[in-house]
């Protein structure tokens, strides 16, 4: 055997050497597909290439490899498979790994900053893998990266009659826990102030059409409005999200004083794994925008394939129905696909047990005049009215203890969004129209 290829073979086999945390991507949790059965490498075809950074000594994915490509006197990629690797980079690689460069590079990963994941896009990516190699905001030996604090700065937001984007100053007030945009560059009237309990944001770049853009979603009354912004830098858009992820956690840990630190994060702010738009059916007295309580399948919800015998959409033929206790909910969807889409995520949540925190903090929210909606053992999504709560979730019951399903009015369109953590719990479905536009009747599901 060449060089070549017992160096290939050395880093296949420490790619999946275990206590390495080489078998992830040291970047974005990508896992890596195993390329070695028993002692033989499988053909190159097998799998997708797989690579590292032979200057920090880590495994990466693709798609991060191509954020490093971008920065070389840093970092230097290759292809584990493809290229050649000389014996120096492959003890090099061995004597480091992904735990250990991550022990200095993470050393002080503040516990606001948001870390992404494989599913998440570029800029959230590249601006987490520059942090921590090019600027090394969170080594052990630098000062501790600090909360934001107040922020002032503008931003691009969309116009809610053309859709254009216009530039708009933004004001956040940790202390406070309130965000302020103002259409006017010297305004002393805010246009809106938002209360950071309400506020939740994620990077939507396909809906916004940038990638940069940032979806801003909170309650104003009693509604849900979103606000869709973006920056052409991508640090300072980043900057702008952790600065309102610091604030909701400053607004968490006074909320909620007796849970630790660890179950306060998840909470921060969600990101969508679904969403789209579904045709809502009947009854007569369906609530407008509402937002429907779900437990799991243990506890009589369910959601079944197609639609009820005698029931049509208006303009859509496939659908799905959501059965509670209470009601079924029947939505018709846009293509099989879409349908296909939502019954795996809808069935993901129904399956997944509920936790006492689900009762205790849904107790809490209803004594206090607040309703949290659950997501998953330690998650709770933004206090929001009771004005917006079924009434059919009251009196409170022991299987009442997470939040699913929202609709509009039955003659109109509900667009849903699916809100996801690691694992899913839950689904909120919440009108999420933009700012200033009650016509548009948008929700959003969360888990």
């Known amino acids: 055997m060449g060089d070549r290829e017992r160096n290939k073979k050395r880093l296949l086999e420490l790619l999946q050497a275990a206590g390495t945390g080489n078998t992830h991507c040291a970047d974005c949790g990508a896992a890596a597909q195993s390329c070695l059965s028993s002692a033989e490498i499988l053909p190159f075809h097998s799998a997708d290439p797989d690579w590292a950074?032979?200057?920090?000594?880590?495994?990466?994915?693709?798609?991060?490899?191509?954020?490093?490509?971008?920065?070389?006197?840093?970092?230097?990629?290759?292809?584990v498979r493809l290229d050649f690797w000389?014996?120096?980079?492959?003890?090099?690689?061995?004597?480091?790994?992904?735990?250990?460069?991550?022990?200095?590079?993470?050393?002080?990963?503040?516990?606001?900053?948001?870390?992404?994941?494989?599913?998440?896009?570029?800029?959230?990516?590249e601006q987490w893998i520059r942090a921590k190699y090019e600027r090394q905001e969170f080594i052990a030996d630098e000062k501790a990266v600090s909360a934001p604090g107040d922020r002032e700065g503008f931003l691009w937001k969309r116009g809610r009659d053309n859709a254009q984007f216009l530039r708009r100053r933004f004001v956040l007030l940790a202390r406070e826990g309130l965000l302020k945009y103002y259409t006017k560059e010297e305004g002393k009237a805010p246009k809106a102030v938002i209360n950071?309990?309400?506020?939740?944001?994620?990077?939507?770049?396909?809906k916004i059409g940038h990638p940069h853009g940032l979806q801003i979603t909170y309650r104003k009354e009693d509604h849900t409005r979103n606000l869709?912004?973006?920056?052409?830098?991508?640090?300072?858009?980043?900057?702008?999200?952790?600065?309102?992820?610091?604030?909701?956690?400053?607004?968490?840990?006074?909320?909620?004083?007796d849970l630790p630190e660890s179950e306060l994060v998840p909470l921060i702010t969600r990101n969508y794994l679904k969403q789209g738009f579904m045709e809502k059916t009947g009854p007569k007295d369906a609530f407008e925008q509402g937002q429907v309580f779900l437990g799991s399948n243990e506890q009589g919800y369910e959601v079944c394939e197609d639609?009820?015998?005698?029931?049509?959409?208006?303009?859509?033929?496939?659908?799905?129905?959501?059965?509670?206790?209470?009601?079924?909910?029947?939505?018709?969807?846009?293509?099989?696909?879409?349908?296909?889409?939502?019954?795996?995520?809808?069935?993901?949540?129904?399956?997944?047990?509920?936790?006492p925190l689900h009762l205790l903090t849904l107790l809490w929210s209803l004594c206090h005049g607040t309703f949290v909606p659950l997501a998953t053992p330690s998650l709770q999504q933004d206090l929001t009215s009771t004005a917006s709560l079924p009434t059919f979730l009251l009196p409170l019951q022991p299987h009442q203890q997470r939040v699913?399903?929202?609709?509009?009015?039955?003659?109109?369109?509900?667009?849903?969004a699916n809100e996801h953590l690691k694992s899913p719990r839950s689904v909120h479905l919440c009108p999420g129209c933009p700012e200033g536009?009650?016509?548009?009747?948008?929700?959003?599901?969360?888990?």
Request: aromatic fraction near 10%.
């Open 307 to 355: 639609l009820p015998r005698g029931i049509r959409g208006n303009r859509w033929k496939v659908g799905l129905t959501v059965i509670t206790p209470e009601r079924k909910f029947i939505f018709t969807c846009p293509s099989e696909k879409e349908q296909r889409e939502w019954l795996e995520s809808l069935q993901d949540v129904l399956s997944s047990p509920l936790s």
């Open 404 to 416: 699913a399903v929202a609709s509009g009015d039955p003659s109109r369109k509900s667009r849903l």
């Open 228 to 257: 869709f912004v973006y920056h052409d830098s991508g640090k300072e858009i980043v900057d702008w999200f952790n600065a309102l992820r610091a604030a909701r956690l400053q607004y968490l840990r006074l909320a909620f004083p």
């Open 53 to 79: 950074s032979y200057k920090l000594g880590i495994f990466i994915c693709l798609h991060c490899s191509g954020v490093h490509r971008n920065f070389p006197d840093v970092s230097k990629v290759k292809s």
């Open 86 to 125: 000389d014996d120096s980079m492959v003890e090099f690689m061995t004597h480091n790994g992904n735990l250990n460069v991550k022990a200095k590079f993470e050393a002080r990963v503040p516990a606001f900053y948001y870390v992404p994941q494989a599913s998440d896009c570029l800029v959230l990516k």
């Open 196 to 206: 950071i309990k309400d506020l939740n944001a994620t990077f939507q770049t396909e």
């Open 437 to 447: 536009s009650p016509e548009t009747s948008s929700c959003c599901s969360c888990q």
